[in-house]
């Protein structure tokens, strides 16, 4: 059920990837646990995907291209919760031991076997269609901030601003449902710095050093995070003169862009002469990263990616998903970021931070 295409390792990989490369940041065991029995950090992470899977079912239940949907959402979760509770009494039941990726996979290998395909697609288009009419907006007022790196700073907290439109944290699919949320609203409320890991006047002040030849960015969730924290940031790296390469997901998962929804978002954002407010995009790319869950495995990505990517001296991750509970301490052969916001009480625990914390690393090649 999954993507089937071939799949390459990412080429800005520090090499050997088998020896320098694991895509899960947490450990949830080591070598020294035993195998038959699921350690307390498995059996807490499962405990937060059960969690998950009330709103995974009400999101299912009313997906109107799936006939019968109440009865199959109700499956869904009956097998997937008997998953879950089948690996927490043996760790090395359905692939296991279980890891983020790993229990990702297992929900979306159970709601594709029963025809779900796209649960979020509703609450997607609704919220792409919002944060598309606020974009001029959010541009208009990042580039009233003269001070190069003051911009740049506000650039970055529309970023972890945006990146609190989350379906995939239990709780925030709770507050959203109640009221929504508003992006300036999110942008004033970030927790204050530094962060729990706090790069960021580093980067400001390599960001008025330098400028990069070709960005690669992964990105996350629909809405208010791609459109008005990362499009805006990619706006400002391609005025600069920088080759960006938006790198989105092949299928659906939660609320993430796909590769063929991000598209159609730029093309509808671009004015008849291809610029994305004012600013030329004929150096704006969008690729298939070839993956199909909110967390990524950077060993298996397109062909497509990879050519796309080969020549890139910076790579920025966005999102908990692909940036913190995975990739984290991934090192590259070019300048990278990892960005995102703390959206689990489980990875701030890990971190040493706060709930909601954010996190801004930024390495030097």
């Given at each position: ?18 020896s ?6 947490i450990?949830y ?29 009400q ?11 109440p ?38 290998i159970?709601l ?32 009233e ?27 925030l ?76 997901n ?9 590769y063929?929804e ?19 995009a ?17 060993s ?23 940036a ?34 954010c ?7």
């Amino acid at each position: 059920m999954e993507s089937s295409s071939p799949s390459v390792p990412f080429p800005l990989l520090q090499t050997p990837v088998e020896s320098t490369y694991r895509a899960c940041t947490i450990p949830y065991r080591f070598p020294s646990d035993n195998p038959r029995k699921a350690t307390p950090v498995e059996i807490q992470w499962i405990d937060l995907f059960l969690k998950s899977v009330p709103s995974f079912k009400q999101r299912a239940e009313n997906d109107p291209t799936v006939p019968d949907a109440p009865a199959k959402a109700e499956k869904f979760a009956e097998r997937y919760t008997a998953m879950l509770e089948e690996m927490k009494k043996d760790p090395e039941s359905h692939g296991g031991p279980p890891d983020c990726i790993l229990l990702c996979r297992l929900r979306e290998i159970v709601l594709r076997e029963l025809g779900f395909r796209d649960i979020f697609k509703k609450v997607k288009d609704e919220e792409n269609a919002k944060a598309m009419s606020l974009f001029d907006g959010v541009v208009q007022r990042n580039d009233e901030i003269e001070d190069g790196g003051k911009r740049v700073e506000n650039l970055i907290r529309g970023i972890l601003a945006g990146n609190i439109f989350d379906l995939g944290s239990a709780q925030l699919a709770e507050v959203f449902a109640k009221d929504g949320m508003s992006f300036l609203a999110s942008c004033q409320n970030l927790v204050s710095r530094p962060w729990v890991i706090d790069d960021l006047d580093a980067f400001m002040s390599k960001w008025t050093k330098k400028s990069w030849e070709k960005a690669v960015i992964f990105v996350d969730n629909s809405g208010a995070d791609v459109i008005l924290g990362i499009l805006p940031f990619a706006r400002e790296l391609l005025r600069r003169g920088t080759k960006v390469v938006l790198a989105a997901n092949d299928m659906p998962s939660i609320n993430d862009v796909t590769y063929p929804e991000l598209i159609e978002i730029v093309n509808k954002l671009k004015d008849a002469d291809g610029k994305l407010a004012g600013v030329d995009a004929s150096n704006l790319l969008v690729a298939n990263s070839g993956n199909d869950l909110p967390v990524i495995d950077l060993s298996s990505v397109s062909p497509e990616l990879a050519f796309m990517a080969s020549d890139a001296d910076l790579v920025v991750l966005e999102g908990m998903g692909r940036a913190i509970e995975t990739n984290l301490y991934a090192q590259m052969k070019c300048d990278s970021i990892k960005i995102g916001m703390v959206k689990h009480p489980e990875v701030a625990q890990f971190l040493g931070g706060r709930h909601y914390d954010c996190v801004f690393k930024f390495n030097e090649a």
